[in-house]
């Protein structure tokens, strides 16, 4: 088994460093710079549609060199989301897991709930054995560490399902957090009920990152995937 494979499903995590080169960097940041970037806005939720260069990469050999060996050939893209910590847009993030989907309709199914509207998307939680298949994938435009925000994991927390506030009151407190620090170009591979969060940037710069989720299969009960 690759080592990144092992990590992800042991740990819940990997981050593989100066994957995407400085000149993908740049144009992704160019295309994202195009988009009415509103002050203080945190980022941009349906980004798969506005930027076709992202959409174009969420798709490409590049990134499905590191979601296939993990979720198989028939992953594909789900959802994407640009985040941007920034001066104006500092925010804190606690510890959580992440447990919507994005899907084209709600449907009165008892297995899926509670079901919201995300900038005009319906997203619902799913029941756990989907979310324990799926994959986020983390591209990060920007050096990223402690100073401005970098995202905060604690291992091996995606393998205990869904926790309650209590249970993740006690991971926290029992098990030691690692920072997710990355280059510009770097990638965080990571299981979305792996406990995460992040701090408000103390020397507050651009954080850019671009937030795909893949899954192995189509969804059922006649529910479908957003994208």
Same mark, same amino acid.
């Not at 897991?97 to 009165?108: C, G, R, T």
């Not at 098990?175 to 965080?188: E, F, M, Y």
């Given at each position: 088994?690759?080592?990144?494979?092992?990590?992800?499903?042991?740990?819940?995590?990997?981050?593989?460093?100066? $994957?995407?080169?400085?000149?993908?960097?740049?144009?992704?940041?160019?295309?994202?710079?195009?988009?009415?970037?509103?002050?203080?806005?945190?980022?941009?939720?349906?980004?798969?549609?506005?930027?076709?260069?992202?959409?174009?990469?969420?798709?490409?050999?590049?990134?499905?060199?590191?979601?296939? /060996?993990?979720?198989?050939?028939?992953?594909?893209?789900?959802?994407?989301?640009?985040?941007?910590?920034?001066?104006?847009?500092?925010?804190?993030? /606690?510890?959580?897991?992440?447990?919507?989907?994005?899907?084209?309709?709600?449907?009165?199914?008892?297995?899926?709930?509670?079901?919201?509207?995300?900038?005009?998307? /319906?997203?619902?939680?799913?029941?756990?054995?989907?979310?324990?298949?799926?994959?986020?994938?983390?591209?990060?435009?920007?050096?990223?560490?402690?100073?401005?925000?970098?995202?905060?994991?604690?291992?091996?927390?995606?393998?205990?399902?869904?926790?309650?506030?209590?249970?993740?009151?006690?991971?926290?407190?029992?098990?030691?957090?690692?920072?997710?620090?990355?280059?510009?170009?770097?990638?965080?591979?990571?299981?979305?009920?792996?406990?995460?969060?992040?701090?408000?940037?103390?020397?507050?710069?651009?954080?850019?990152?671009?937030?795909?989720?893949?899954?192995?299969?189509?969804?059922?009960?006649?529910?479908?995937?957003? $994208?």
């Amino acid at each position: 088994m690759d080592i990144s494979v092992r990590e992800v499903e042991e740990r819940g995590f990997v981050t593989i460093d100066s $994957y995407l080169d400085p000149d993908s960097i740049d144009l992704l940041i160019a295309d994202i710079n195009t988009l009415d970037l509103t002050s203080g806005r945190a980022g941009i939720r349906n980004i798969l549609e506005l930027v076709p260069s992202v959409s174009k990469l969420a798709r490409s050999q590049e990134i499905r060199a590191l979601v296939e /060996p993990i979720l198989g050939d028939t992953a594909r893209v789900v959802r994407g989301i640009f985040f941007d910590k920034q001066p104006n847009a500092n925010w804190k993030v /606690p510890w959580h897991q992440d447990l919507s989907i994005a899907v084209k309709q709600h449907l009165d199914l008892p297995d899926y709930h509670p079901q919201s509207i995300k900038e005009g998307v /319906p997203h619902v939680q799913p029941p756990i054995a989907i979310l324990e298949r799926m994959l986020t994938v983390r591209i990060h435009l920007d050096r990223t560490d402690e100073s401005n925000g970098a995202l905060k994991v604690i291992p091996g927390s995606h393998r205990q399902g869904k926790l309650t506030t209590p249970q993740i009151d006690e991971w926290k407190q029992l098990n030691r957090a690692i920072s997710c620090n990355c280059q510009a170009g770097g990638v965080l591979l990571m299981r979305p009920l792996l406990l995460h969060s992040s701090s408000i940037a103390t020397t507050p710069s651009h954080r850019r990152v671009i937030h795909l989720e893949y899954a192995d299969r189509p969804l059922d009960k006649g529910l479908e995937w957003y $994208y």
